[in-house]
């Protein structure tokens, strides 16, 4: 396959995608994404906002993250003019994942949810 040939199918994939996305949106009554700001989220987060600019982008205040990803997240969030909704722990426990990760989870990302 050439390089051209690739960026064909890679094109393609993402109509498809894009076709996906807006077909899965029409139909929602309040749609939002979750996002932590990796990689893969952001080219996630980049497809749903050219289809919905308005949508929620919820993100879960862990206070585990690095300095890097919350600039990050910040810089992507103003410059695609996202909708970014933080939520947080009413009463984090930073480093409770140290003696359960179940009850860590479940206090920083399934509760503020």
Known sequence: ?????????????AGDAA???GDTLSGA???CITS???SED???VDLI???????PVLFLETFHHFAQTLTYRDDIAERWKLNLVVLRA????????RT???DCCARHKVRPL
Do not use: Y
């Open 29 to 31: 009554t309040s749609p």
């Open 1 to 13: 396959m050439t390089n051209v040939e690739a960026l064909e199918a890679v094109a393609g994939k």
């Open 19 to 21: 076709a996906l996305i």
């Open 36 to 38: 932590s700001f990796q």
């Open 42 to 44: 952001v080219v996630l």
């Open 49 to 55: 906002r050219r289809i919905r600019p308005d949508i």
């Open 100 to 102: 359960s990760t179940d």
């Open 90 to 97: 009413p009463e984090p426990s930073v480093g409770l994942w």
